[in-house]
């Protein structure tokens, strides 16, 4: 089945600067979904983006999809020690209703 | 706080021993999904329940057998488990509305570990 490639699988961060981790497929991506997990915790979902070229904003998180939807990001600006966790995009499959296809993530690591 | 409650949190069981996973939410949703995690792994789809009736079984082994007794319920039984099914059990839930691209809300999950 079509897999999607998460970048980077480690983010070492110092508090106050800016990262972004980034979701690739080889195919279309049908929508995405951005979930968080705290470490210890469970997957909470974050977004979801459906149209090319979409771009939503949730503070000081940044989340696009690119023109031919084979692409997504989630750049977060100004890190802080709350944004520790790992962040996984996830795409819905189109061949089975509700079957999401996680990436790997992206495990961030804040340092003060 | 979480939504969807699992129990137990931790389980401990032997290879020969028979247990069972439960998931409860009461937000309506009617949609369920059982999720396997791995340590620095995403989760892996194994069951997903769609107005109580299974409609998706990701090719997972007969030893684990899901139950859907009612629309705010779901189990996962587990008989005869490998070392190798040691992981933590997520449970989920989103809305059915006739489309897909809902958003899964997950429980904080089973930790079980198999000796």
């Known amino acids: 089945g079509q897999q999607v490639m998460q970048i980077p699988q480690y983010q070492h961060v110092q508090e106050g600067e800016d990262f972004t981790t980034y979701c690739n497929s080889s195919?279309?991506?049908?929508?995405i979904q951005w979930y968080k997990q705290r470490p210890g915790g469970h997957p909470v979902f974050l977004i979801q983006?459906?149209?090319?070229?979409e771009v939503k904003k949730q503070k000081r998180l940044t989340f696009q999809f690119g023109e031919a939807k084979k692409n997504s990001s989630l750049h977060i600006t100004a890190t802080q020690t709350t944004d520790v966790g790992t962040y996984f995009c996830?795409?819905?499959?189109?061949?089975?209703?509700?079957?999401?296809?996680f990436g790997a993530g992206t495990q961030v690591v804040v340092t003060p | 706080d979480t939504e969807v409650t699992q129990t137990p949190k931790h389980l401990v069981m032997g290879m020969t021993n028979k247990k069972s996973l439960k998931c409860e939410q009461h937000m309506g949703h009617r949609a369920m999904y059982w999720y396997k995690q791995k340590a620095k792994k995403p989760p892996e789809l194994m069951f997903v329940?769609?107005?109580?009736?299974?409609?998706i079984n990701e090719s997972v082994p007969s030893r684990f057998s899901p139950e859907c007794p009612n629309s705010s319920l779901l189990n996962l039984h587990l008989h005869a488990l490998q070392p190798e099914d040691s992981a933590l059990y997520l449970c989920a839930s989103s809305q059915v509305d006739g489309k897909p691209g809902q958003p899964q809300h997950f429980g904080d999950g089973t930790r079980l570990s198999i000796l």
């Open positions: 996830a795409d819905l499959t189109t061949d089975s209703w509700g079957k999401l296809q």
């Open positions: 983006l459906v149209k090319s070229g």
């Open positions: 329940y769609s107005y109580e009736k299974l409609s």
């Open positions: 195919t279309t991506l049908s929508n």
